[in-house]
């Protein structure tokens, strides 16, 4: 074989190899895109099915109130912050640096405050000081 045929026949290997390579990811692409279309719709008719039980559990319970107070209490009741032994000063704070990190432009809202039970910052620090290798 000559040095032209074999150039044909490396390019025609390499060429094939590079189009089955990105088909496959191509068709891989797909299919999780779709995975997570499917997923999403079926957490959203979840959550759709969760707020409709909920919308005519309080509707059973109290048939004089108007839909639109009924609507407001079931989307505020899952805004509601957990503060359980948190000082008031200190939830200030953070929802002041909370504030001053998104500004005024977004709508930010802090749903939980809690402890955390990990290491201090300080502790991380030693802790990765420490153990540095050489």
């Known amino acids: 074989m000559d040095l032209l045929g074999k150039f044909n026949l490396s390019a025609t290997i390499l060429l094939t190899g590079f189009a089955i390579v990105f088909s496959v990811l191509l068709f891989l ?8 279309k499917i997923v999403s719709t079926a957490q959203t008719k979840y959550s759709e099915r969760k707020r409709k039980k909920e919308l005519e559990k309080i509707r ?3 048939p004089e109130i108007p839909d639109a107070v009924v609507m407001s209490a079931v989307s505020e009741s899952k805004a509601e912050p ?6 008031d000063e200190v939830i200030a ?3 002041a640096a ?10 930010v809202r802090i749903r939980s405050v809690k402890r955390s039970r990990k290491r201090s910052a300080w502790a991380n620090a030693g802790i990765l000081d420490n153990t540095r290798p050489f």
Request: glycine share 14%; net charge negative.
């Open 29 to 36: 692409i797909f299919i999780i895109w779709g995975y997570g």
């Open 98 to 107: 909370v504030y001053s990190m998104y500004g005024s432009k977004e709508k």
């Open 60 to 62: 059973s319970d109290n």
């Open 93 to 95: 704070v953070i929802s």
């Open 82 to 87: 957990v503060t359980e032994g948190i000082p």
